[in-house]
C-alpha cells in the first residue's frame, strides 16, 4: 500500500519557488566549474597510518556498520606492493584494498575485525607504458577512468566504451565487447598470498592466451585473489561522436528498447515514468576528421555550491515528512526539464551550448565528472554526495535485465505508475530511471547476455528507522526485477537484498571459486561481506527492527 497523501498547501507554495532556485542553482552549475573541494581520502586514521577505518564515497554503507582496520599502506610500485602483501601474509593479517574515491557502495573495502590492513592504490596513478602500434596501454591499478581516457588521447587512442558514471565516464552499448571496461583488458599483474618459498607473496600475470581461466576470473574478481597491480588496455584508433537528446511520451517505449541500441552505438534512455516521457540518446561514431570540438561535462557532477546543495537537501527532507509528493513531483519536473534545456551539460565547443547535434572526440565525449578532480576551495563548492557536506544522501539499485525480458519489465513499471502516477516522481529528482545496454562478458563474475542496466537512484532519510514516501513502489520494482526476471545486481552498487543468492545465477561459479582457493587458500583477501556474496559462509541478510526500510531484510 503507498502512503497516502493529502495535498498541503506546502507543496503548492513552494512550486514556484523551488523552479527558479533550482534553475539558478544550475546555471551555477553552468559557469561556476574552475574550482571545487574533490572528495576526502575515503580512509582515515587515528594516528598516522594506524587505527584507521574506511567508507564509501557517499560516507555510509548501506547496513550503516564502520569497518575497521589496524593499519594501511600507500605503495607507490609494485615492488613496494609486494612487500606490503608478503609481510601481511607471513603474519596471517586480512587485507582488503582501498582506492582513491572509493565509489563501490557495499563494504567491498571492509576486512575483518580491528587487526587487518588495507592497502590503498591511491599512489599507484602512473602510466607505465603506451605503444600505439599495438595500441595499447598499460596502467597502474589505481589510475582513474578519466586519467586513462587522457593518457589513451596523448597518442591518438581512445577507449572505445565505458559504463562506469561517477569514476566519470560515459554509458552503455550493444556494439563491439560492450560497455564492460574490463573486456577491454588483454593483460593484467597481481600481487597476491605466496607460500614461503614464494617469499610469501607472488605476481602473477596473466592473460587470455596464456592463463585464460584465471584471466576470466581475474577481470571481476571482487578484490578476492590478491591486488591487481597493472592493467593492460587494448584501445582503437581516436575517433569522434555525434550525439543528441530526444524527448518522447513514454506510450510506445515498451517497444523501443529491444531495437534502439543496434541503430545507435552508444545509445541510453533517461526514462520518466511518473512524467510518462523518455530521453533518447542518439550517439554514433563520426570519421575523426568531422568538424567539431564538442565536450560533455554533465552538469550533476560538476561542482555544486554547498549553501544550495544543504537547501535542496532540506527541501526533500520536508516533502518527506509532510508527504508532500506534488512538492516533489514539482521539483523533479524542474530539474528534468533544466537538465533537457541545458543539454545535460553537453557544449559544442567546450564553452557554450549552441545546437544538436554535438559532435566531438571520444575522449572529450566520454569523459564527465569534474567535480571530482577539481582544486581545493574550501568546500564553498563540493561533490553534490560529499558526506562532509548537508547534501545528497540517497540509495542505489542497480541490475541488469536480459534484453529479450525488458519489454515485460517496462510494462510491470507502467502498471505501478498507473496505481498512483506521484509515485515514482523521488527517482526523477535523482535524473529518472537511467538505462543503459551491457553485452555479454568472458568474465566467470561479469554479464551473461545482451542486457539493459536499470540504475535507480532515491531518497535515503538519515534516520534509519523513517519510512520513505511511496517506499513500497520501489522496492516493488526491486523484487520484481531481482525475483521474477532473475536480475544480476551491480557488484558495486545495492542494498543487501539484492545480493542474497546471487552467486547462483553465476553459471560459472566454480571454476571462479577454483581459482580464489587456488590464490589465496587462507581467505586474507576475503571478508564476511565477500564470503557472504560469493556463498562460501553467511548470508547478507540482516533482520532487525527496520531492516526491511534499508534493504537489509525483506518482510
Known amino acids: 500500500m503507498a502512503f497516502s497523501y493529502s495535498p498541503s498547501s506546502y507543496g503548492y507554495q513552494n512550486a514556484a519557488y523551488w523552479r527558479i532556485f533550482l534553475g539558478l542553482h544550475v546555471i551555477f552549475a553552468l559557469v561556476h566549474t574552475a574550482v571545487s573541494t574533490p572528495p576526502e581520502d575515503p580512509?582515515?586514521?587515528?594516528?598516522?597510518?594506524?587505527?584507521?577505518?574506511?567508507?564509501?564515497?557517499?560516507?555510509?554503507?548501506p547496513d550503516r556498520s564502520t569497518c575497521r582496520a589496524a593499519n594501511v599502506a600507500y605503495p607507490t610500485t609494485e615492488t613496494e606492493l609486494v612487500s606490503i602483501v608478503a609481510a601481511a601474509t607471513k603474519a596471517k593479517r586480512k587485507m582488503r584494498v582501498t582506492t582513491r574515491y572509493s565509489h563501490s557502495i557495499p563494504k567491498l573495502a571492509c576486512t575483518d575485525g580491528t587487526d587487518g590492513l588495507f592497502i590503498s592504490t591511491k599512489f599507484l596513478n602512473h602510466t607505465v607504458r603506451d605503444d600505439a602500434e599495438a595500441m595499447t596501454l598499460t596502467v597502474e591499478s589505481g589510475v582513474t577512468l578519466?586519467?586513462?581516457?587522457?593518457?589513451?588521447a596523448k597518442v591518438g587512442l581512445?577507449?572505445?566504451?565505458?559504463?562506469?558514471?561517477?569514476?566519470?565516464?560515459?554509458?552503455?552499448?550493444?556494439?563491439?565487447?560492450?560497455?564492460?571496461?574490463?573486456d577491454y583488458v588483454t593483460e593484467i599483474r597481481m600481487v597476491s598470498p605466496g607460500s614461503a618459498n614464494d617469499g610469501f607473496a607472488k605476481?602473477?600475470?596473466?592473460?587470455?592466451?596464456?592463463?585464460?581461466?584465471?584471466?576470466?576470473?581475474?577481470?571481476v574478481s571482487l578484490g578476492v585473489l590478491g591486488v591487481v597491480s597493472q592493467v593492460t588496455f587494448n584501445?582503437?584508433?581516436?575517433?569522434?561522436?555525434?550525439?543528441?537528446?530526444?524527448?518522447?511520451?513514454?506510450?510506445?517505449?515498451?517497444?523501443?528498447?529491444?531495437?534502439?541500441g543496434k541503430k545507435h552505438e552508444f545509445a541510453d534512455f533517461v526514462w520518466l515514468p511518473s512524467q510518462g516521457k523518455v530521453v533518447y540518446r542518439m550517439d554514433d561514431r563520426v570519421a575523426v576528421n568531422t568538424p567539431g570540438n564538442g565536450s560533455y561535462d554533465f552538469l550533476p557532477f560538476r561542482s555544486q555550491p554547498s549553501p544550495a546543495l544543504a537547501t535542496i537537501r532540506?527541501?526533500?527532507?520536508?516533502?518527506?515528512?509532510?508527504?508532500?509528493?506534488?512538492?516533489?513531483?514539482?521539483?523533479?519536473?524542474?530539474?528534468?526539464?533544466?537538465?533537457?534545456?541545458?543539454?545535460?551539460?553537453?557544449?559544442?565547443?567546450?564553452?557554450?551550448f549552441t545546437g544538436y547535434p554535438v559532435i566531438g572526440s571520444q575522449d572529450r565525449m566520454m569523459s564527465s565528472g569534474s567535480c571530482l578532480d577539481s582544486l581545493q576551495d574550501g568546500l564553498t563548492?563540493?561533490?553534490?554526495?560529499?558526506?562532509?557536506?548537508?547534501?545528497?544522501?540517497?540509495?542505489?539499485?542497480?541490475?541488469?535485465?536480459?534484453?529479450?525480458?525488458?519489454?515485460?519489465?517496462?510494462?510491470?513499471?507502467?502498471?505501478?505508475?498507473?496505481?498512483?502516477?506521484?509515485?515514482?516522481?523521488?527517482?526523477?529528482?535523482?535524473?529518472?530511471?537511467?538505462?543503459?545496454y551491457v553485452t555479454a562478458s568472458p568474465a566467470y563474475l561479469g554479464k551473461h547476455t545482451e542486457a539493459i542496466d536499470f540504475d535507480l537512484t532515491y531518497y535515503r532519510a538519515k534516520d534509519p528507522l523513517t519510512p520513505r514516501l511511496y517506499e513500497d513502489f520501489i522496492e516493488e520494482i526491486e523484487q520484481?526485477?531481482?525475483?521474477?526476471?532473475?536480475?544480476?545486481?551491480?557488484?558495486?552498487?545495492?542494498?543487501?537484498?539484492?545480493?542474497?543468492?546471487?552467486?547462483?545465477?553465476?553459471?560459472?561459479?566454480?571454476?571462479?571459486?577454483?581459482?580464489?582457493?587456488?590464490?589465496?587458500?587462507?581467505?586474507?583477501?576475503?571478508?564476511e561481506w565477500t564470503d557472504q556474496i560469493l556463498g562460501i559462509k553467511g548470508n547478507v541478510t540482516i533482520v532487525k527492527d527496520g531492516c526491511a526500510l534499508e534493504g537489509m531484510c525483506i518482510l
Open 158 to 182: 581512445a577507449l572505445p566504451y565505458a559504463c562506469t558514471i561517477l569514476v566519470g565516464t560515459d554509458r552503455g552499448s550493444l556494439w563491439g565487447k560492450g560497455s564492460a571496461v574490463h
Open 314 to 352: 532540506s527541501s526533500e527532507e520536508k516533502n518527506e515528512i509532510f508527504r508532500d509528493a506534488t512538492g516533489k513531483c514539482a521539483a523533479a519536473t524542474t530539474i528534468s526539464s533544466i537538465l533537457f534545456g541545458s543539454s545535460y551539460g553537453l557544449t559544442n565547443n567546450g564553452i557554450v
Open 381 to 436: 563548492t563540493a561533490c553534490a554526495w560529499d558526506s562532509r557536506i548537508r547534501g545528497e544522501f540517497y540509495h542505489q539499485t542497480c541490475f541488469s535485465i536480459p534484453l529479450m525480458q525488458v519489454k515485460s519489465f517496462i510494462t510491470d513499471i507502467k502498471s505501478l505508475i498507473k496505481i498512483d502516477r506521484k509515485s515514482l516522481c523521488g527517482l526523477e529528482l535523482y535524473y529518472g530511471i537511467l538505462m543503459r
Open 203 to 219: 605476481v602473477r600475470v596473466l592473460s587470455e592466451s596464456t592463463t585464460p581461466v584465471e584471466f576470466n576470473a581475474a577481470k
Open 480 to 527: 520484481i526485477a531481482l525475483f521474477k526476471y532473475n536480475a544480476l545486481p551491480h557488484w558495486g552498487k545495492n542494498r543487501n537484498v539484492a545480493f542474497d543468492g546471487v552467486i547462483k545465477k553465476y553459471k560459472n561459479e566454480p571454476a571462479f571459486l577454483k581459482v580464489k582457493e587456488s590464490y589465496d587458500p587462507n581467505g586474507l583477501f576475503s571478508s
Open 146 to 152: 578519466r586519467q586513462l581516457i587522457a593518457e589513451a
Open 43 to 61: 580512509v582515515k586514521c587515528v594516528s598516522g597510518d594506524t587505527d584507521c577505518r574506511v567508507t564509501n564515497s557517499y560516507g555510509v554503507f
Open 235 to 260: 584501445l582503437q584508433p581516436m575517433f569522434k561522436r555525434s550525439l543528441k537528446y530526444v524527448m518522447k511520451n513514454d506510450l510506445d517505449f515498451d517497444d523501443q528498447p529491444l531495437t534502439f
